[in-house]
């Protein structure tokens, strides 16, 4: 069975969308990118879960880059995790879940078979973290500061420690994989 993964792109402050959860900073470093550590998420997830935050985002945008995930490279099951779905959603891919993390999480798993669970949001990361379901972490750390917006990490959380298992470069950015020490 595969591990549950976060992944995201932050700024050199941690803030992984502006105040407003705009994004399009991220788009201006995305030839910096590493293609073989996109490829990878990419060949290892088999299912993503998101949270409310994540899916508007994604569903508000009129970028080409956000066509699906990693560009419409990626397929298969998404699920988001809200208590108030829409009801238009046009994309069979994606299930919407409500009620505890660790069931969201068990859902996700189960789909992604073999596969990694790639968690993508604040708020859903940060749950499952605290429900100790997280295995690692890869940041892909771009060289701007924000100086306000949506963190990775609200302030006052209770301490983590990471073990580093990677860390590399590409063009301008950092990339970043930390293991969960439990």
């Known amino acids: 069975m595969g591990i549950v993964r976060v992944s995201t792109t932050l700024s050199l402050d ?5 105040p407003n959860h705009e994004m399009d900073w991220v788009f201006d470093h995305a030839g910096d990118a590493s293609p073989e550590l996109i490829q990878e998420l990419i060949d ?10 994540s899916y508007d985002v994604g569903r508000g ?10 560009g419409g ?10 208590h108030d779905p829409p009801d238009d959603e046009q994309d069979e891919s994606i299930t919407f879940l409500s009620g505890d993390i660790r069931d969201a999480v068990a859902t996700a798993r189960e789909a992604a078979g073999e596969r990694n669970v790639l968690i993508l949001g604040a708020n859903v990361a940060n749950q499952a973290l605290d429900a100790g379901l997280v295995n690692d972490y ?8 924000l100086g306000e917006g949506i963190p990775l ?8 420690d990471l073990a580093p298992i990677d860390i590399s470069r590409s063009g301008q950015v950092v990339n970043l994989r930390y293991g969960v020490s439990t």
């Not at 941690?14 to 502006?18: Q, R, V």
């Not at 945008?61 to 990693?70: D, H, K, L, N, V």
Request: hydrophobic share 40%; net charge positive; glycine share 16%.
């Open 153 to 160: 990490f609200p302030a006052g959380r209770e301490r983590v």
């Open 14 to 18: 941690g803030y992984m969308a502006g």
């Open 44 to 53: 290892t997830t088999g299912a993503i879960l998101s949270g409310r935050g």
């Open 73 to 82: 490279r990626w397929s298969g099951p998404q699920f988001v995790l809200m």
């Open 61 to 70: 945008s009129t970028r080409q880059e956000t066509s699906g995930p990693f």
């Open 138 to 145: 890869v940041l892909v750390l771009l060289p701007v500061i």
